[in-house]
């Protein structure tokens, strides 16, 4: 088993910026993947940016340039720094890892970009 606690949401101006943190505990070693999500109200949850199994970076094509994936490994902590924040950013987001055939998620934290 795996658990995901994602940290650092919250509200913030257009033009701001956050970052987010997802603490990794328990069968860590298992995990291929890891990454970012997030959904919207009444939208489905997407794909925000992960690491790949091969070790490169993936972003969303609408957080391209402004949002960037990072790991402390010996933390077990994943990073989403998010610069730029736009209103439509606005979402709850959620950490993901994936491994041994098993999808795992956090809990999710809000982040709400409004002036």
């Known amino acids: 088993q795996v658990q995901l606690v994602e940290s650092g949401g919250g509200l913030v101006q257009p033009g701001g910026s956050l970052r987010l943190s997802c603490a990794a505990s328990?069968?860590?070693?298992?995990?291929?993947?890891m990454g970012w999500y997030r959904q919207a109200p009444g939208k489905q949850r997407e794909l925000v940016a992960a690491f790949t199994s091969g070790g490169s970076t993936n972003y969303a094509d609408s957080v391209k340039g402004r949002f960037s994936i990072s790991a402390d490994n010996a933390k077990n902590t994943v990073y989403l720094q998010m610069n730029t924040l736009k209103p439509e950013d606005t979402a709850v987001y959620y950490c993901?890892?994936?491994?041994?055939?098993?999808?795992?998620w956090g809990q999710g934290t809000q982040v709400t970009v409004s002036s």
């Open positions: 993901m890892g994936r491994g041994g055939g098993l999808n795992y």
């Open positions: 328990g069968s860590i070693s298992s995990l291929k993947i």
